[in-house]
């Protein structure tokens, strides 16, 4: 497997493969050129043989500057439990941490148990929030569109 920032040539190809491999339609701005452009060095893609097998897109935090942001990881389902993301997350906290990041953020839908546990085993922990779904604690309308995340946090 080889690990390589995302190339805004790439956005195309990205754009092909992320609705299958979210499991439903999934479009988003982070897929195109200008995104990449602008975050490049937080933008990771996977491959394996010249073929793309996942990808993990994040930013610097401009608000809080020891802080990184993981926006969305995906990974084709035939690798699934193979290491492609934990590899994908270590050389993001490679790239942030020599960046002056030591905190890592990011969220998933609490109904995601397999997303909850990854998060775990990678040293995440879930922040404590007032509201609880399914017994884990949750931010309720996280991203303003109503919906609850679990709220992660690594401290590098």
């Not at 190339?7 to 299958?20: G, T």
């Not at 193979?82 to 890592?104: Q, T, W």
């Not at 995601?112 to 990854?118: G, L, M, N, Q, W």
Request: aromatic content about 12%; charged content about 25%; hydrophobic content about 40%.
């Amino acid at each position: 497997m080889n690990i390589r920032h995302i190339e805004p040539e790439d956005c195309k190809a990205i754009l092909e493969v992320a609705s299958n491999w979210w499991g439903s339609n999934y479009s988003s701005d982070m897929f195109s050129k200008w995104y990449i452009q602008h975050f490049r060095d937080t933008c990771l893609l996977a491959e394996e043989n010249g073929r793309m097998i996942g990808f993990i897109m994040g930013f610097l935090s401009q608000s809080k500057s020891d802080e990184a942001y993981i926006r969305i990881v995906m990974i084709d389902s035939v690798y699934l439990g193979k290491g492609v993301g934990r590899a994908l997350y270590e050389e993001f906290f490679k790239c942030v941490g020599v960046k002056g990041r030591n905190v890592v953020r990011c969220v998933t839908a609490p109904r995601k148990k397999d997303s909850v546990a990854f998060h775990t085993r990678m040293g995440f922990v879930i922040e404590p929030q007032k509201q609880e779904f399914e017994g884990l604690p949750v931010c309720v309308d996280y991203d303003g569109r109503d919906g609850v995340r679990v709220v992660f946090k690594k401290v590098l």
